[in-house]
């Protein structure tokens, strides 16, 4: 089994991503500066598992943290999901998102090289495609410029590493392409807490349902998707989370950088996620048309058969599970980690 420095760990996807790792027996160390997160999620990872994880506090742009942290551990490959994620955010202080995703991201591979560590899964995002491409979106279709700065790190980092990848084949790289992220652990003892006012659909349903927000605005009402309103591919985080695990076993064997896209290959417009909300989970969503919002696109989905074929990987959550465990989670944390 191997040693796997995750990047980001105590976040919403890392810390799923642990669970799988020490579940999967891998030994796990963490680097985390818990800029968005809480070493509480670390914690409950550990109960859950059974298992121990290392935990190093501290920030991937620290070259001299990094260069300790291989030194102690001999690390066979990292997860890197350490960055800032807010797209809004990213307009006001780009340099922030600069910093952290891309000047960060090459620290930590400057520190791999240092190490003599050339395995590497990265979190990208479906939002490196160009938006004049229809979905189902696959892997071969062009990238474009992403309208925001978060998007812009996510595309860099991404063109970075295959660059890399070509100039010294002792790189292997996975890029995964996520969709939507959504659920929570089934147990409910590790889920999405994000700070202050959410971005996003699924926390804002759940911080609605639990009353800490008085009602959903649905951003768009005369898209041309099925109802009018935004479609995108939801992806339950254990599934993604597994993806890495995948991505992981396939990267042992092969060199070079190749991108997955990591969606169930389905749409759900945001009023199907909330009517389905409310139907599994029996609790009312109130809610209200806004304007667009905007850098949004009518529809995003996944052509997730290259992940299916390449990695083995089979998404095994429906929508309902996904919405289900959302609030399973939220129900028994209503203010996430800080109860
Ligand atoms: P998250 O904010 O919950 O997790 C990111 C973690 O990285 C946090 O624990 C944070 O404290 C840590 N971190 C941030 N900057 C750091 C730094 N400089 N040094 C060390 N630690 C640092 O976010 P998430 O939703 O778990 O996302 C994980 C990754 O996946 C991110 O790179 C994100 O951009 C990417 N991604 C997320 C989504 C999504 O919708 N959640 C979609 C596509 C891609
Ligand atoms: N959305 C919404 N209200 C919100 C948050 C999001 O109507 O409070 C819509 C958004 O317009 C998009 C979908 O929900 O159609 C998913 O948005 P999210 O921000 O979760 O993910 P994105 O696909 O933008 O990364």
Known sequence: MAKILVTGGAGYIGSHTCVELLNANHSVVVVDNLSNSSEEALFRVQQLTGKSLDFVQGDIRDSTLLDQVFAQYSIDAVIHFAGLKAVGESQQIPLAYFDNNIAGSISLVKAMER??????????????????????????????????????????????????????????????????????????????????????LMPYVTQVAVGRRQKLSIFGDDYDTIDGTGVRDYIHVVDLANAHLCALNNRLNAVGCRAWNIGTGNGSSVLQVKDTFEQVNGVAIAFEFAPRRLGDVATSFADNQRALDELGWVPRYTLEDMLKDSWNWQKQNPQGYSN
């Open 115 to 200: 190490a003599g560590v050339f395995k590497l899964v990265f979190s990208s995002s479906a939002t490196v495609y160009d938006e004049a491409n229809t979905s189902p979106l696959n892997e071969d279709m062009p990238t474009g410029m992403p309208s925001n700065n978060y998007g812009y790190t996510k595309l860099i980092v991404e063109q970075m590493l295959e660059k890399l990848a070509i100039a010294d084949t002792r790189w292997s790289i996975a890029l995964l392409r996520y969709f939507n992220p959504v659920g929570a652990h089934q147990s409910g003892q590790i889920g999405e807490d994000p700070q202050g006012i959410p971005n996003n």
